[in-house]
């Protein structure tokens, strides 16, 4: 039986796994120290879980437990990896690169960076949305201290060349920072072997609970320091303060080990169901994949329907939770930023949907988004004057609208 809305937004936010939650439920009542209480029982208990849950969760992306910090979200950890590392190496250098489809908190870190006195360059990624390394290369100077890319894009899903990026920055003795949100646990992501210094992720993109992410900060090889964003009892090595948030914690640490054992297997299912949708929607005139269709996690798709105005769009698909844009910045009716970077125009951009199909997405769930959605295209481009005109041959370019 289908249930409505059927949720096709599972990079905005997953549902958390029951065995998350059975795995957390006992840190609200029974086990409720806090891990800092050195003198009893219930902290004891508290830390030892925690410890256990910061190993599960460096388990998963190769790292070693005393590299994992936690913080409520990858929010804050992109905001304490860019921010950190521009106090900690502000002596040796004030120049940081990204790219211009980052998440807004990559962007914004960079933003006040810049305000700080920082000085940031921002890449341009190609059509499919790969940045060019020849251009990244080209943006290094010898006042660079930070590479921040993501590591698969929240909208279009395009998985950047991490190694390639990685090499470059080693190699000219620069930091590198990936918001590797969407990918730790859909795709295997590995510290070591793809050369990251620092990364971020959260545990809610992963069937976890919201309000818990970590940073990794890498201890050999080199040895990276940031300066902590929020000071207090010096929780976190020194890195963050503030209570641990225990049952969310133990949830992160689950979820990241269900990922580990599901996440090969999950992925094959998924990235089936995403080609049959896609193939299914492609055959609605006028569609159109956004983003590089080899390089990009196994979950996501992001289409594009050309003269379907976007928020009937929304409203035609109500059935179906899927997002148009990023969820993230849904407040607004801008077009998306990440699609306008690829070259998209507005209009282009506002008739997309993201799908995010998750753990939890059934083959009946889709066949019913494929029919909803070629359902609402056909009936918006019905009464859409540009559609008929375009079916009539005319060149929409060519036409001179009258004001009025």
Request: glycine fraction near 8%.
């Amino acid at each position: 039986m289908l249930s409505f809305p059927i949720y096709l937004d599972n990079n905005s936010t997953t549902p958390m796994d029951p065995r998350v939650l059975e795995a957390m439920l006992p840190f609200f009542n029974e086990k409720f120290g806090n891990a800092a209480s050195r003198n009893h029982s219930f902290g004891w208990s508290a830390e030892e879980a925690v410890d256990y849950a910061r190993e599960q969760v460096a388990r998963l992306v190769g790292a070693t437990s005393k590299e994992i910090i936690f913080t409520s979200g990858a929010t804050e950890a992109n905001n304490l990896a860019i921010k950190g590392v521009y106090e900690m190496y502000g002596s040796q250098g004030n120049h940081m690169i990204t790219v211009t489809t980052e998440h807004k908190a990559t962007l914004d870190a960079c933003k006040k960076v810049e305000k700080m006195g920082g000085d940031v360059t921002y890449l341009s990624p190609n059509e499919d949305g790969l940045i060019n390394l020849a251009d990244l290369e080209a943006a290094i100077t010898d006042k660079t201290i930070l590479i921040t890319v993501m590591y698969g894009n929240n909208e279009i899903g395009v998985v950047q060349d991490l190694k390639g990026i990685s090499a470059i920055a080693k190699k000219n003795g620069i930091l590198f920072h990936t918001d590797a949100t969407q990918a730790v646990g859909k795709i295997p992501v590995d510290v070591l072997a793809d050369g990251i210094d620092l990364m971020s992720f959260t545990a809610h993109k992963m069937y976890g609970p919201k309000g818990v992410g970590a940073l990794y900060v890498r201890r050999k090889n080199p040895r990276v320091k940031v300066t902590s964003q929020m000071d207090g009892g010096g929780h976190e090595r020194g890195m963050r303060s503030g209570t641990l948030n225990v049952p969310g914690i133990v949830g992160f640490g689950k979820a990241c080990e269900l990922s580990q054992n599901e996440m090969a297997e999950e992925a094959v299912r998924l990235s089936a169901m995403r080609d049959r949708l896609e193939k299914e929607l492609l055959t609605i005139e006028e569609a159109y994949v956004n983003g590089n269709a080899e390089h990009r996690l196994p979950h996501v798709a992001n289409i594009s329907f050309k003269f379907v105005e976007g928020e009937g769009l929304m409203m035609g698909t109500k059935d179906i939770a899927v997002s148009s844009g990023s969820a993230c910045t849904s407040a607004s009716l801008e077009p998306s930023y990440v699609l306008k970077s690829l070259g998209l125009d507005d209009e282009l951009a506002h008739s997309s949907l993201r799908f995010g199909l998750g753990r939890f997405t059934t083959d009946e769930e889709v066949d019913f988004a494929i029919d909803h959605v070629k359902t609402a295209v056909h009936n918006l481009r019905e009464m859409s004057p540009l559609w008929e005109m375009f079916k009539e041959g005319i060149d929409l370019k060519t036409i001179e609208w009258a004001e009025h």
